[in-house]
């Protein structure tokens, strides 16, 4: 079990705008940067956002990052089929002394 | 463009050692300001940090594996490798390779990112 916590699954029609919630504690997403990452299964993943809100080159700006307190969120506008994959929020914990990862969120596109 | 590439055997044995490589080309293993990490993920379950090595060979591992994984680097090579030890079926995973952004830290340095990362690699452990 994650200390960092994802919704299993988000959907939304084609063009619409989903947001993926990863919520912690002070320990991790209350004092350190957070990344985000897009798997689709059987590929490499891909590093989306870095620095909590900072875009790679390469990725879109319909992706962006935003931290609260204790919880981080990732959205994605304009959304397309291509986007129909597996998403991560990752983070150090301090009180764990280890990187963690979201458990996940399913994006489907309906 | 830096890229990775796993391998190893895709079957192991229970109470046997995992082993892996991670191959990086378009880039150096030993260009500062990079580490190198072991991700892996169990069977339909999320993502897991096994740990980093830097070219210098410090290394920092999940304090929930850390008794059963050794890390190494052979730069010449431009390969960073993994070691599990005594693994059980808990182990059957797909590994990844990945390189590490870190914010430097005492006493140790802490993962900011992983990018990019390798395809993945299925190991089974079983008899």
């Known amino acids: ?110 | 463009q830096v890229q990775l590439q796993e391998s190893g055997p895709g079957l192991v044995k229970p109470s046997q050692t995992l082993s892996l490589t991670c191959t990086v080309s378009g880039g150096s293993v030993s260009s500062g300001g990079y580490h190198w990490s072991w991700i892996r993920q169990h069977p339909g379950k999320g993502l897991e940090w096994i740990g980093y090595i830097y070219y210098s060979g410090s290394t920092y591992f999940n304090p929930s594996l850390k008794s059963r994984v050794t890390m190494s680097m052979d730069t010449s090579k431009g390969q960073f490798s993994l070691k599990l030890s005594s693994v059980t079926a808990a182990d059957t995973a797909i590994y990844y390779c990945a390189r590490t952004v870190v914010t430097v830290n005492r006493p140790y340095d802490t993962p900011a990112w992983f990018d990019p990362w390798g395809q993945g690699t299925l190991v089974t452990v079983s008899s």
């Open chain 1, 1 to 110: 079990q994650s200390v960092l916590t994802q919704p299993p699954s988000v959907s939304a029609a084609p063009g619409q705008k989903v947001t993926i919630s990863c919520s912690g504690s002070t320990s991790n997403i209350g004092s350190n940067y957070v990344s985000w990452y897009q798997h689709v299964p059987g590929t490499a993943p891909k590093l989306l956002i870095y620095d909590t809100a900072k875009r790679p080159s390469g990725i879109p700006d319909r992706f962006s990052g935003f931290k609260s307190g204790t919880s981080a969120t990732l959205g994605i506008t304009g959304l397309q089929t291509g986007d129909e994959a597996d998403y991560y929020c990752g983070t150090w914990d301090r009180s764990l002394s280890d990187w963690e990862f979201g458990g996940g969120t399913k994006v489907t596109v309906l």
